[in-house]
Nanobody, 120 residues
Framework: QVHLVESGGGLVQPGGSLRLSCAASGAIFSINAMEWYRQAPGNQRDLVAAITSSGSTNYVDFVKGRFTLSRDNAKNTVYLQMDSLKPEDTAVYYC??????????????WGQGTQVTVSS
């Protein structure tokens, strides 16, 4: 059994910052890519940023220069530092990870989501 747990969401004023965390736990043999998605009400779930096991990152255009993704492989945790937040960043943020378990099965696991609200 594998679990992803996100934390760090909340209410912040425009221009402010938040740091999201996503910790994976359970029968984990290895973790490949870890990604953050977001979904605003009435919208589809969109990719925000991705990081490989070696630390290579990719960002979608609307967060480039404002969001920074990092991971701690020893802790099976990925972090999303969000700066210069805008009201349009308001959404539920979801973490996902491509995980191989100890019984050699590979799946994409998702967290439960954490709400980020940017408002004055």
């Amino acid at each position: 059994q594998v679990h992803l747990v996100e934390s760090g969401g909340g209410l912040v004023q425009p221009g402010g910052s938040l740091r999201l965390s996503c910790a994976a736990s359970g029968a984990i043999f290895s973790i490949n890519a870890m990604e953050w998605y977001r979904q605003a009400p009435g919208n589809q779930r969109d990719l925000v940023a991705a990081i490989t096991s070696s630390g290579s990152t990719n960002y979608v255009d609307f967060v480039k220069g404002r969001f920074t993704l990092s991971r701690d492989n020893a802790k099976n945790t990925v972090y999303l530092q969000m700066d210069s937040l805008k009201p349009e960043d308001t959404a539920v943020y979801y973490c996902c990870a491509d995980i191989t378990t100890w019984n050699a099965r590979s799946f994409r696991y998702w967290g439960q989501g954490t709400q980020v609200t940017v408002s004055s």
